[in-house]
């Protein structure tokens, strides 16, 4: 039989769309021609399938004229994953494998020169789309990218470690012949995740800042987004990089979405299955790196903390384009990446986590050290956060320094265990009363779960008016004061909720000053 079909899957998002890998050998001048809007790395194929399937001692078919299509034609094709089908429709359109038998399987793999087959990045979102389109299918892939589609619940993977592996599994034989015996090289793989201790930094290695620990606390209770205002050195990073440590342990459904961008991004790890990402990148990003982009499109940084931390540290470096880029994410929890041909949604749920100076010297209100800024200078860099963005963060607090002494003396605090315990606590309390987290109540939500008294609702309509709040200012201080009201498993939210949440929208100006 000259014509063979092979079943793979393309990458676009988080979508992996189904594609049929058709070869045709005819007679004629001998060519190797590759269409169906392929990109660079899938062109290239076509070198490294014939070495592959020469230095397996298989037969190439020099003589025959060589058309391989991936189709549908429209769907733009990337990567080195379509190596091993490729090379599979060539033996199967030239007899030397079963092409019957290919039926009922979906291969993913690139060829080394010599066979060996090499992972591949998007294997998890590949199997989470067979699960989500309930197809009942083997998918083989090489070592590495087999063990992390394995992940997804009743998933049938195949490990394959070189071609003759998979060759092996299809050669002709008769109907009544019993099927081959697994070998070192071709295994099915089963999801068997190891969920080690959460390896987060202790909360506890931070000392004194009481203000700054129950901002996180309150953040990790409900969800918000948390800005940390402070001189150098004052532990704006180290609290940073412990807020994980305060979430709950991750379901099966959020660490599969999250494994499934880290897997599109390259970054996916076993030893990190389970485990809530942190993202912290270098300020100098653009705001492609942060939000994602490029042809086809990849995820950026806000989708590889999708359920867990984004830290921005020395937030007001970043380029201006960059942090206007996160305003609707913040809101939607997604982001769609438009180009002219295609567009990809994203997820991008993640907790925002900003660390910054007061000014550019970094001392500016500190009693340890005078502050050299002019009074432009200061309001030149603090005005490179925007009205928006600072109003979608929730909670704006300032992290003083610790003297020496304090420093020296103080005992270690309450460590990360018992702080995300009341956290969780109050996790349970939203998710029974809503369904989801209080950072997320919309709308008509919010008047039938916020629970405001009647002498709160006075006070902090007095307040919003006085220090001149938008609507969202007011809502998100509503948010944080039903957060606070949950930790202290009150049911209603009263005035000292209300008061707490409004000491967390202060301008940053103002807690620099202060």
Not at 27 to 39: C, H, I, K, Q, Y
Not at 152 to 179: C, E, I, K, W
Request: glycine residues 8%; proline residues 7%.
């Amino acid at each position: 039989m000259s014509l063979s079909l092979v079943q793979s899957r393309a990458l676009l998002g988080l979508e992996a769309a189904a594609v049929t890998v058709e070869v045709h050998l005819a007679n004629g001048l001998p060519s190797f021609t590759l269409v169906g809007l392929a990109d660079v790395e899938v062109k290239e194929a076509r070198e490294r399938v014939r070495s592959a399937i020469q230095n397996s001692a298989l037969e190439f078919p020099h003589n025959k004229r060589i058309t391989v299509n991936l189709a549908p034609a429209d769907l733009p094709k990337d990567s080195g994953r379509f190596d091993l089908p490729i090379a599979l429709g060539i033996l199967a359109a030239s007899g030397q494998i079963d092409a019957a038998k290919l039926a009922g399987h979906e291969f993913a793999g690139e060829l080394s020169l010599s066979g060996e087959l090499r992972p591949v990045r998007g294997a998890l979102a590949m199997s989470l789309a067979l699960h989500a389109g309930r197809v009942v299918t083997r998918l083989v892939l090489p070592p590495g990218s087999a063990e992390e589609a394995a992940l997804v619940p009743d998933a049938q993977v195949y490990r394959a470690n070189h071609l003759l592996d998979v060759v092996r599994q299809f050669l002709p034989q008769p109907d009544t012949a019993p099927a081959p015996e697994p070998t070192a090289g071709w295994a099915r793989v089963e999801a068997t995740p190891q969920v080690m201790a959460r390896p987060y930094p202790d909360l506890a290695d931070v000392k004194g800042q009481l203000g700054a620990k129950r901002a996180l606390e309150i953040a990790a209770a409900g969800g918000h987004s948390l800005l940390l205002v402070g001189p150098p050195g004052a532990g704006k990073s180290m609290l940073a990089q412990r807020f994980a440590g305060l979430l709950p342990a991750m379901s099966t459904e959020e660490a599969l979405q999250s494994a499934a961008v880290a897997s599109l991004g390259g970054r996916f790890s076993l030893a990190n299955w389970a485990q809530r990402p942190t993202c912290s990148p270098h300020h100098t990003a653009s705001a492609v790196a942060l939000v994602g982009g490029g042809s086809p499109p990849r995820p950026g940084e806000i989708s590889l903390a999708h359920h867990g931390v984004l830290f921005l540290d020395e937030l007001p470096e970043f380029p201006r384009a960059a942090l206007e880029a996160l305003r609707e994410p913040l809101e939607s929890g997604s982001i769609t990446i438009s180009r002219a041909a295609r567009r990809s949604e994203f997820p991008a749920r993640f907790q925002l986590i900003g660390a910054m100076n007061p000014c550019p010297c970094g001392y500016l209100g500190s009693p340890q050290k005078a502050c050299r800024c002019t009074p432009d200078q200061v309001a030149r860099y603090q005005s490179k956060l925007s009205g928006p963005l600072l109003d979608r963060i929730d909670l704006h607090v300032e992290v003083p320094a610790l003297a020496a002494a304090d420093l020296l003396q103080a005992r270690p605090g309450e460590a990360s265990a018992s702080v995300g315990a009341r956290c969780l606590a109050a996790r349970e309390r939203a998710m029974a009363r809503q369904g989801k987290l209080n950072q997320a109540l919309q709308g008509q939500e919010m008047d039938a779960c916020l629970l405001l008294d009647e002498a709160a609702a006075k006070f902090l309509n007095i307040a919003a008016a006085r220090l001149g709040w938008s609507a969202r200012s007011t809502h998100r201080a509503l948010r944080v004061a039903r957060t606070i009201a949950d930790l202290a498993a009150a049911p209603n939210i009263q005035v000292t909720h209300v008061a707490e949440a409004m000491q967390y929208r202060r301008s940053v100006m103002q807690a620099g000053r202060t």
